[in-house]
Each structure stands twice: as C-alpha cells, then as structure tokens.
C-alpha cells in the first residue's frame, strides 16, 4: 500500500502516506489506519510529518513535498528507516503570488499589469476553500470589477468578505484563529475605507508601484483585494489551528499507541506551521513519539509560545509550554525576505482597539517566520548551518537560502532547499551518511 501511495502520488519517496483533514479537522480514516499498519509493516524508525501552508490543490501540496523530502534518503545514515508523511488539508493560495521553481500562474502575470480583479484561477481557488459562498463571490467579483468611488460600496465589500470568512456557531475553529487571546482582527470590524487604504499602502511598498495619493478610488480598491486576500488567509489560519488540534494530533497519539518505537518529526511551512504547532496542544499529555518540530515561514505570532506576553504581562501566547511535549527541539527557520509576513501579515493579524502605533505594530503583532521566537526563557537563536541545541526552542535565521521570490509574497514559499531538510536531521538527531 505504501509503495502504490508513493508512485501514484508522484512524491518520489517511498515509504509515503498522505493523511487528508477537512476544514473541521476530521480525518480520513482509511489513510489513518493505512499509516498506523505501514509504519509497523515498514519498520520505519524516524517518520517526516510535513503540512504544507497555502495551496490550491493536491498537486501543488505534493509537489512541494516530493522537492522537499528529496533529499533526505541520501543524507540519512543506512540504519535509519525513513517513513514519509503528507499533510493534506483545505487551504488557499492567491494566484498571483508566486513559488520559487513552480510554474508561475497566468493569474499571476496578469495581475502584475494589470488593476486587480477577481479572475478565473482566484476564483476557483475561493470557491473551492469556501464552498457554498458562490452569491457572495458572485457580488465580490462585482464590485472589484466596478470600482465604484462611491464609499457605501466599499462597506458593502467588507461586509461580504466577513461574511464569506464567518463561520457557524458550533464550528469548532471558531476559537482557533488567535494566538494571543480571543477576537477578530482590526481589518474585518473597522472602518472599511481606512482599511483599505491602509492595506493598499503596504502592498504597493511591496510591489514597488508608486502611491498615487490623488487617486481615491484606485488605492482603495486595491486594498479592497488585499482585504479579501488576507481575510481568506486569517480564515486558513483558524483552519489550520483546528486541523492540528482536532485531527493531526490525536492522530499521532494513536500512532504513538500503535507503533510507540517510531520517532516523528513535525515540520510545517506557513500556515502548516500553525497546524503542526496546534497539533502538540491536541496529543494526549503523554505522548513523547515528537522528537523535532521545524517550522518553515511560520505563519503566526511570535508570541505564541511565550509565558507572559511583554505587553500584557497578564496573558501568554495560546501555545505557551507546548514545546515541552517535544523530546527535543522546537525550531523556527525564518527570513528577513519573507514579504508576506514582514509587511502584511502584522496589519492583517492587528486586533480591533489594539493602541499599536505603526511604529510598533510589527513588535506586537509580528509573524514566527520573519523574526523568530519572541518572549521564550531559554530560547536560542542560531543561524542556518550552526550547531543545533537538543532542545527548547530555537531561532534560526534561514535568510541566507530563503531570499528568492517576487512580490507580493517576497521569499515565503522559498523554503525547499537541502540546507533546510539538513537542520529537519539536526533537529530530530536523525543521524546522518
């Protein structure tokens, strides 16, 4: 079963699992108990668990994973039997950002000349992640491709991006999305003009355009797109907080009854960090099968794991003491070139009546990718290639090979390189040829 997964899923590695979660964080049990029997069957001794972050659909999820665990069959020692595992789950990437050595998207190339719009491929991606929403996205597309100067329009936007990211009472990701206590971000309850304009001031920085401040009706618009990107992304984000908690980590306890030899790595990349990060809160307490946990262009705050929180010393991060289920390190690879996190993602994660200045917005509300792990006693801070501690958590500064990308993203996809599988090894003590 395992080597019929490997070639029909074209990842190239072998033995290979894929486990599938939907939006709630229910799994596919088939694949459960396929991984649990093959681990076994296999005698795998060090299992890859890999989530990835934005995507639109499983072709590009096992791409990343085939570039990325290519290399480490040849970098492991011959004692060591590796198992491999995909992460599969309902997320969604813009088309217009691209990935370093993927094919760029014909949504991409058209919205770098053009003003944006809600094309074929992005609509189908939103369609596919919010399904159901077919009115709402009907309207949204409308009122892109009108780009009406008059300001109700804008608010009757805003209204209809909550309306396509909200969800029902009982759903339980409902909790999920915020990593330093409970409530919406400022860009989904606040004034919808301000921001728009606000959001359309950061993405211009990031594609160089000039700021046209007599053009009213442009700037706000082109936030109005920026607005429903990122409130699609904030949806991810909750999502991928349920799909670790609810599904991946009880999964691994399960694994860990089963086949309680096996050594598992936790590696995510963006909102996949966020997922593989949520699932150490959901194992049973008892669970030491996580050896590692790497997290690639970690796509959440870097407070999450912090005790006290610097500016509220009378909460923590909603991760706090989650990485002592780890029987090893916990790692952040992060870069400075990641765009994605380091202009947007503050605005977007800002909670409403947060006094943040500018200023100082990216100290409060700063991402894991883009400066590590804030607020952490004990937490170590390395660059890519230097010895890696045994355990706590570490920040490693990974911009030396993670600096390729165009805007509006920058570097945040950039993460398949050999330098980066080589400290997946040196996290999880994987010994190597």
Not at 114 to 142: C, S, Y
Not at 195 to 217: I, M, N, Q, Y
Request: neutral net charge; aromatic residues 8%.
């Amino acid at each position: 079963m395992a080597r019929w997964l490997a070639r029909q899923d074209h990842t190239g590695v072998e033995p290979y699992w894929e486990l599938t979660f939907d939006a709630d964080g229910d799994v596919d049990t088939a694949q459960r108990e396929a991984l649990l029997s093959g681990t076994e069957r296999e005698s795998v001794t060090d299992l890859l668990v890999f989530a990835h972050g934005w995507n639109n659909d499983k072709k590009d999820a096992r791409k990343l994973y085939r570039r990325f665990f290519a290399p480490f069959a040849r970098l492991a020692a011959p004692e060591v039997r590796l198992g491999y595992v995909g992460v599969l789950w309902p997320a969604i990437r813009f088309p217009d950002e691209p990935i370093p050595d993927f094919d760029p998207s014909a949504a991409a190339t058209a919205t770098a000349v053009a003003a944006p719009v809600l094309d074929a491929a992005t609509r189908q991606a939103l369609d596919r992640a919010f399904p159901g929403h077919g009115p709402t996205l009907d309207r949204i597309a409308e009122l892109l491709a009108e780009r009406s100067d008059v300001p109700s329009r804008v608010y009757e936007f805003g209204r209809h991006v909550r309306e396509l990211v909200s969800l029902r009472e009982t759903s339980p990701a409902r909790n999920l999305g915020e990593d330093l206590g409970a409530g919406e971000p400022a860009m989904l309850t606040d004034d919808a003009v301000q921001v728009c304009e606000v959001l359309a001031a950061a993405s211009r920085a990031e594609t160089g355009r000039p700021e046209r401040l007599a053009d009213v009706r442009e700037r706000v618009w082109d936030g109005a797109y920026e607005l429903l990107r990122q409130g699609a992304y904030f949806a991810m984000k909750r999502r991928a907080g349920a799909v670790g908690q609810l599904g991946l980590g009880p999964a691994i306890g399960l694994l860990s009854a089963d086949v309680p030899r096996v050594r598992v790595h936790l590696i995510g990349h963006s909102f996949g960090a966020r997922l593989v990060s949520y699932a150490l809160r959901g194992m049973p307490a008892d669970v030491r099968a996580v050896k590692s946990v790497t997290l690639l262009q970690g796509a959440f705050s870097h407070y999450a794991f912090a005790e006290r929180l610097p500016h509220d010393r009378s909460r923590g991060g909603t991760l706090r003491g989650v990485q002592h289920r780890v029987d090893g390190p916990l790692v952040s690879c992060y870069s400075r070139h990641d765009d994605a996190l380091g202009r947007l993602y503050p605005l977007a994660s800002k909670l409403s009546g947060d006094s943040t200045s500018f200023l100082h917005l990216w100290e409060r509300w700063g991402a894991i990718g883009y400066g590590g792990i804030r607020a952490v006693d004990g937490a170590k801070g390395i660059r890519l290639g230097e010895a890696m501690p045994a355990e706590g958590c570490v920040s490693v500064d990974a911009a030396s090979v993670v600096r390729r990308g165009g805007p509006p993203a920058g570097a945040h996809s950039d993460v398949c390189h050999e330098e980066l599988a080589r400290a997946v090894c040196a996290a999880g003590r994987i010994p190597l040829a």
